[in-house]
Every structure is written in C-alpha cells, then in structure tokens.
C-alpha cells in the first residue's frame, strides 16, 4: 500500500488537523512519521501500554495463536487461550475471590462494565428480587462511554449529550480530600462520603438497588484520586448488609498499574464483581473482562438462562494470547511491585512540581498511576475559568516537547477543574522518569508565563 498521510476520510477524536502520525514504538518511546521522538507517558489513553511497547514475546503469542485459530465462534465454541486467561485471573483474584471467581471476556473497559451491571441484574433476578435494577455511583467517577454507562458515571461533560437517552442513575459524591464535598478534613471526617452510599440506599430504597460502583483510584474524572484508607471497608460493609453488590472498577488499576495485580487489594477488601481491561493485553489487542463470584455465576446458572451479555468477538483468542503473554511478562520483570516502587518515586517528583510553580495545586496517585491538578489560586484552591482549556492547552505544550500525557477536566462538580494523568509504562526507569519530569518542567514553565500575569 503506497503511504499516503490525506486524512480526509479519518475521524479522530479532536479536530486537531492533522494528526501526528505514529509509525513505531519501543519500551516507552513512540516515533511519529517525521522522525519526533515521545516519550509515551500515559501509556496509552490512558494507562493501557503497562509493558511499554514493541515486547516481543506477546507479538509472538499472538502470531503463534493467529496461525492456529483466529477466531472460533463463542456461541458454539471455546479456545485453549480463553480458558488458560480465565484460569490466571481466578488465580490472581484478590481476597476471597481467588480461585472463586469466573470470568467472561469482552473487548473494552465499557464492555466489561455493561456486563458487570448485567451480572447484577441477572444474579437478582435468578434469587427472585426483579425490583433489585439501580446502579449508585459517584459524581466525577467514569465507567465508559456507550450510552447505557453515561447514565451510570459520574463524568458530566462526558454524560451531557446523551441525557435524555439514558436511565439516570443516582450518584454519591466522590471522595476527594483535596475538594472535600462536606468540607470535612479526613479522618475526623469519619468517611461520610462512604456512608453517603447507606444514605444513597435508604433514599432509593433497599429493594430497587443492585449495585454500587466505584472505581478503586478515580482516573479521567479526577486525575489520579485514591479513595482514603477505610473508604472500601465501609462500602463494603455497607453493601454487606443492605444486600447490594459492590463492583470494583478495575479498567485503569488492574494489573499492576497501582502497585497491586488489582487496585482494591489496596483497601484489603474484596468487591463481589470486577471491571477490567486497559492493561490486560497492555493494547497489544483489544480485550476486557467481567469477574465475578462463583456464587454469583452460580446462581445465575442454576436458572438455566445463559449470561445474556454475548457479542461477536467475545473471547477472542488471539487477544487472550496477548494477555496471556503480557501477563507473563508483567510477572517475569516483576512490573507490579517496579510499579509501586517508581510510582512513589514519580510522585514524589511531582510533588515537587507542586513547591515549584504557582499554577500546580495538588500532586496525588497510587503506584503508577498519578495526576496533578492547576489552580489559579492555591490558597483557596480557585480553578481556572474552563474557558482557558488549561489542562488540553498543557497536554499539546507536553505534546510539543516530545511527551505524551492525557488531559482531564470537571474535578470541580463537573463544570470546571484541569487535571492531567501521568501514567507512563510499567517499564519507565528512574532516569527516564527524569527526563519526562524535565519535560513537565519545561512546559509549565511556559503556560505559568501565559496564564499569571
Ligand atoms: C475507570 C474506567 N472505566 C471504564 C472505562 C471505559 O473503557 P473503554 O474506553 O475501554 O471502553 C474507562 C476508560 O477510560 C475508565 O477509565
């Protein structure tokens, strides 16, 4: 095929024009077509590419499998790849769900969060509860982007268009020191934005919720928030008594990223569903997963009605090769702890940027997965006018100088907040960490200039 670089016929995801082209990539590098040089520090959009770029031995599982089957239809068949990927992950479950857990694969992190919801309905249903249909979220938390979810997250700018589309569901506030929702101070807080969820539940009524949702580090919707110590034991013991089953949203803390094979062993709680994808294949092939409780699946099987949740390329096996082999390697160069101990490394760099410009207001994460967020005042913690585009404005100065970032905004009740997530491969080393901090540096430096006077 002659290479043409016309992008008439292509939508991308800004209208940006044109877009800059990548050719190759390796580790963390990424190289467009005129030769520029990124360090990839998002890993993807966003924390996807956990063992960097270009490993081989995952190109290689796939290659092996594609010669073997490509595909064997899911509604008839199953692979050795399917059944070996679900095998791992009951493995590696966290708490009382290892070795008690069975996994349905999908394509993408929405994909895995529709089916998680499905798995929670189905299981009410198959126990004689048909009322038992609500989902109780958080504001600025996201779980996906088909029309269904927008009902269910919390992002609003990302839920806007679609509102008269959807089911609303109701939403609990986040839990974010930096902005506390009931200006309280943790812990003399006593985590009411956890027992907000049992305010939540007698509100809608016992009998009408299925779920509450949560993801354990809130990514795009926060930039890089975790929830404070003892935030999922009470959501857990909460869920435990009202009989609503807790589903841990996985797609960006999973394997590895947050310095746990999943981001709520953090918290040394068990969710009773899992959401997760990203990083699974580290984007080597498009791949998700829904885990849940065997006695969960258990009841639902006893009904004699399959899971109801099929589409065309569930269980792919040459995805699950890829996250067979991304697995592996994650385990071989022992990336999972790499990633807590150069998370806090990064982070504490990034703190630094907090002393150092006026404009950085807050540097927070887990492993390696973090974030920092702009305000114009630091004193009161004032965001910038939404108007300015500071953090898409701060992505493309990042962009410019040879770093790749992703940017976030609505952490202030959905209407105003610039956050932006670094989260760069597993891989990073301590230098390269360096160099992409310099990168940082240079590019506040500059939008410092244009925004205080
Ligand atoms: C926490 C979380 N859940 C779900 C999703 C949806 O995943 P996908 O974009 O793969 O559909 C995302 C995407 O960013 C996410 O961050």
């Known amino acids: 095929m002659e290479e043409s670089n016309d992008q008439r016929y292509a939508v991308h995801r800004s209208w940006r024009s044109p877009f800059t082209v990548i050719e190759r990539a390796e580790g963390i590098y990424l190289y467009d077509d005129q030769g520029n040089r990124y360090i990839d520090g998002a890993a993807g959009s966003s924390v996807v590419v956990n063992i960097g770029h270009g490993v081989q031995s995952v190109v ?17 068949f199953t692979n050795q790849a399917q059944i070996e990927l679900s095998t791992l992950i009951a493995e590696r479950a966290p708490g009382e769900m290892r070795g008690n857990c069975r996994t349905w694969l999908g394509t993408t992190g929405t994909d895995a969060v529709d089916s998680s919801i499905r798995v929670a309905r189905q299981y009410f249903l198959a126990k004689g509860q048909p009322s038992k249909y609500v989902v109780i979220a958080r504001w600025q938390g996201f779980h996906g982007n088909n029309i269904f979810v927008s009902g269910v997250h919390g992002h609003s700018s990302r839920r806007k268009s679609y509102f008269p589309m959807f089911v609303n569901m109701p939403h609990i506030p986040p839990a974010y020191c930096y902005r506390c929702p009931f200006e309280l101070t943790y812990p003399g807080c006593r985590l009411k934005c956890a027992r907000e969820l049992e305010t939540m539940i007698n509100q809608t009524g016992e009998e009408n919720v299925a779920a509450f949702i949560a993801e354990p580090v809130v990514g795009a919707a926060l930039g890089a928030v975790p929830a404070p110590e003892g935030y999922f034991e009470v959501i857990r013991d909460i869920c435990d008594r009202r009989n609503v089953l ?9 394997w590895g990223r947050v310095g746990h ?9 068990t969710p009773d569903i899992i959401a997760t994808a990203k990083g699974m294949s580290s984007g080597y092939a498009p791949i998700a997963a829904t885990i849940a409780r065997e006695a969960i699946w258990q009841a639902i099987q006893d009904t004699k009605v399959p899971f109801l949740a099929g ?6 096996p040459v995805s699950c090769a890829g996250a067979i082999a991304a697995f592996h390697y994650v385990e071989e160069h022992d990336l999972v702890r790499k990633s807590e101990e150069n998370g806090a490394f990064l982070l504490a760099r990034l703190k630094g940027l907090v002393d150092e410009f006026e404009i950085v207001g807050d540097a927070r994460g887990m492993g390696m997965m973090c974030g920092i967020e702009f305000v114009k005042d630091k004193e009161t913690k004032e965001p910038f006018d939404p108007k300015l585009k500071v953090s898409s404005r701060y992505e493309l100065e990042c962009l410019n100088r040879g770093l790749s970032l992703f940017m976030c905004s609505g952490c202030v009740e959905g209407v105003a907040g610039d956050m932006i997530l670094i989260t760069p491969p597993l891989v990073i080393t301590r230098e390269q960490i360096d160099d992409l ?16 006077q």
């Not at 310099?438 to 590019?443: E, G, K, P």
């Open 246 to 254: 807790f589903i841990a949203d996985e797609v960006m803390t999973g």
């Open 311 to 316: 589409h065309t390329m569930n269980q792919n």
């Open 261 to 269: 094979w999943f981001g709520i062993e953090g918290w040394g709680v």
């Open 60 to 76: 290689e599982a796939m290659y092996e499998q594609s010669k073997k089957v490509c595909f064997a239809a899911p509604h008839l």
């Open 437 to 452: 901090i310099r990168i940082m540096q240079d590019a506040l430096q500059a939008l410092q200039k244009e925004l205080v």
